[in-house]
């Protein structure tokens, strides 16, 4: 069974810098790319960052390209998300996403989600 | 970016009856290579992740009940639940992965009248 559990969330100044994890169990982590998705407070999805099985090639929304970088360590099975000059629009529920295969290169949808963690951003 | 539009934004159906979404994106989704539309739906229910129900467009991932079903190509397309059920009150995405800055509809938030 497919296991995916953030940690690394809390309480972050305007400014700040958050460092997001992402544990997985379960499947064979290197083969597979992996995903940060968000959800700011009552709002709908947005993603924010993609990373091929084997780190190779990395993707970020506009919003956060530049502030945030995706990295994985495939010894432990897991997916980080630095995010640095946070602002307060950075404040939602951080989703880690599996992504089962590959579309040109590049990670396609979704099919297996962690619980997520919040991440807020305020002084 | 493609961006993607859902109608209508809630909407509310009877239970055992034929619930319809709607997904448009601002171009095709068509991917060549294969053919298939870059189009997959989630449904999430409150407190809880998202859950992915139909890739491919039409494609229903597995353990999803067949009440499900996704169709459309290029730019239009359909979540349809053909026999509403009360475990189905959720809110419904579309998300495309044609291209890598990978973006969801607004949600469609589905309740019982």
């Known amino acids: 069974e497919v296991q995916l559990l953030e940690s690394g969330g809390g309480l972050v100044q305007p400014g700040g810098s958050l460092r997001l994890s992402c544990a997985a169990s379960?499947?064979?982590?290197?083969?597979?790319?992996m995903s940060w998705v968000r959800q700011a407070p009552g709002k709908g999805l947005e993603w924010v960052s993609a990373i091929t099985g084997g780190g190779g090639s990395t993707y970020y929304a506009d919003s956060v390209k530049g502030r945030f970088t995706i990295s994985r360590d495939n010894s432990k099975n897991t997916v980080y998300l630095q995010m640095n000059s946070l602002r307060a629009e950075d404040t939602a529920v951080y989703y880690c996403a599996k992504a089962p295969g590959l579309v040109g290169g590049r990670p396609a949808y979704f099919d297996s989600w962690g619980q997520g963690i919040l991440g807020t951003v305020s002084s | 970016d493609i961006v993607m539009t859902q109608t209508p934004d809630s909407l509310a159906v009877s239970l055992g009856e034929r619930a319809t979404i709607n997904c448009k994106s601002s171009?095709?989704?068509?991917?060549?290579?294969?053919?298939?539309?870059?189009l997959a739906w989630y449904q999430q229910k409150p407190g809880q992740p998202p859950k992915l129900l139909i890739y491919w467009a039409s494609t229903r991932e597995s353990g999803v009940p067949d009440r499900f079903s996704g169709s459309g190509s290029g730019t239009d397309f359909t979540l349809t639940i053909s026999s509403l059920q009360a475990e189905d009150v959720a809110v419904y995405y579309c998300?495309?992965?044609?291209?890598?800055?990978?973006?969801f509809g607004q949600g469609t938030k589905l309740e019982i009248k």
């Open positions: 379960g499947f064979t982590f290197s083969l597979y790319a």
């Open positions: 171009q095709s989704l068509l991917y060549t290579s294969n053919n298939k539309n870059s």
């Open positions: 998300q495309q992965y044609y291209s890598a800055l990978y973006t």
